[in-house]
Nanobody, 117 residues
Framework: QVQLVESGGGLVQPGESLRLSCAASGIFIGDYAMGWYRQAPGKERELVAR???????NYADSVKGRFTISRDDPKNMVYLLMNSLKPEDTAVYYC???????????WGQGTQVTVAS
């Protein structure tokens, strides 16, 4: 059974930092492109950051220079370091795994990030 379990969310003030973690089981993430998505209330889910199987990264314009995605394949973990958080970063953050050269993908259950003073 494939599981992606996110952790590290919480309530922070503007300007603070958080690091999200995604622990994968049932798959080896080395075979997957990994991504972080977010969904704010009343909005569609959007891509935040993505890291390919060979570690190429891409980011949403809104988070460039503030967020960093990384992966640790031996540990089957993916991370999202979020600096200089803004209220508009408030959302549920989801981890996603996309099998390379396939249409197969998996979602985690999400972790809430709230940025408020």
């Amino acid at each position: 059974q494939v599981q992606l379990v996110e952790s590290g969310g919480g309530l922070v003030q503007p300007g603070e930092s958080l690091r999200l973690s995604c622990a994968a089981s049932g798959i080896f993430i080395g075979d997957y492109a990994m991504g972080w998505y977010r969904q704010a209330p009343g909005k569609e889910r959007e891509l935040v950051a993505r890291i390919g199987a060979r570690a190429h990264t891409n980011y949403a314009d809104s988070v460039k220079g503030r967020f960093t995605i990384s992966r640790d394949d031996p540990k089957n973990m993916v991370y999202l370091l979020m600096n200089s958080l803004k209220p508009e970063d408030t959302a549920v953050y989801y981890c996603r795994a996309d099998l390379v050269f396939s249409t197969t993908y998996y979602w985690g259950q999400g972790t809430q990030v709230t940025v408020a003073s």
